[in-house]
């Protein structure tokens, strides 16, 4: 079964500082990977993805995340953070071999410091 | 191209009672999922479809929810009777067949009093 581990329930940043929140996910395979964004009473926005290929791969809003197969894990950064990126990130793990289930992590709440 | 519709965005139900959330996804997509959000958690998926077919159901209380896929395309969650752990967000969300990637409706926020 797949499993996502997000070990960090909250981060505080300051505005313009750097920010990387950390997923570890448990699968037998290669999965696809993704990190999605959640703002207060809003649906789940993707930020990035990914399937294969390039391991550093490049999101919106000036995300990019790494996949590092070797530590299992999937971490988000961003360079400098803006004040509109405090909201709840979840790291999420899928596989076409298990139907396309998508498993979730717990989430990391980002506040942003002015 | 329109995204994930859901109805209603807040529902207040008293325990025991029954209800009912719609979802309508993006058009083409073969793979519909419905996930329940516990404040302070990660999404838990509930059910996911295939077409009109279920690919997995194993995390839905099958004693008091249901749901159905129509024709391949809508879908109705139903809680029968309802109890104050359902309290949730309960989010749609749909994805082209074999891709992966889920584009998510804005949610039902469900308060069960």
């Known amino acids: 079964a797949q499993s996502v581990t997000q070990p960090d329930i909250h981060i505080t940043v300051s505005e313009g500082a750097s920010l990387e929140l950390r997923c570890n996910y448990s699968y037998g395979a290669t999965p696809y990977l993704f990190w999605y964004v959640q703002s207060p009473g809003q649906g789940l926005q993707l930020l990035l993805k990914y399937f294969s290929g390039d391991t550093l791969v490049q999101g919106i809003k000036g995300f990019e995340a790494e996949f590092k197969r070797s530590q299992s894990s999937f971490n988000l950064r961003k360079p400098s953070v803006h004040w509109s990126d405090a909201a709840e990130y979840f790291c999420?793990?899928?596989?076409?071999?298990?139907?396309?289930?998508?498993?979730f992590g717990g989430g990391t709440r980002v506040l942003v410091k002015p | 191209e329109a995204g994930v519709a859901q109805s209603p965005r807040y529902k207040i139900i008293e325990k025991r009672q029954s209800v009912a959330f719609w979802c309508n996804p993006i058009?083409?997509?073969?793979?519909l999922y419905w996930y329940q959000q516990i404040l302070g958690q990660g999404p838990k998926l509930l059910i996911q479809?295939?077409?009109?077919?279920?690919?997995?159901d194993s995390q839905l209380p099958k004693d008091r929810f249901s749901a159905e896929r129509l024709k391949g395309v809508d879908s109705t969650l139903k809680i029968q009777p309802a109890k104050l752990e359902d309290s949730a967000v309960y989010l749609c969300a749909s994805s082209l067949v074999r891709a992966g990637e889920a584009f998510f409706g804005q949610g039902t926020r469900l308060t069960v009093v």
């Open positions: 479809f295939q077409n009109n077919g279920v690919v997995d």
């Open positions: 058009s083409g997509h073969a793979t």
């Open positions: 999420a793990v899928g596989a076409e071999a298990a139907g396309n289930k998508l498993t």
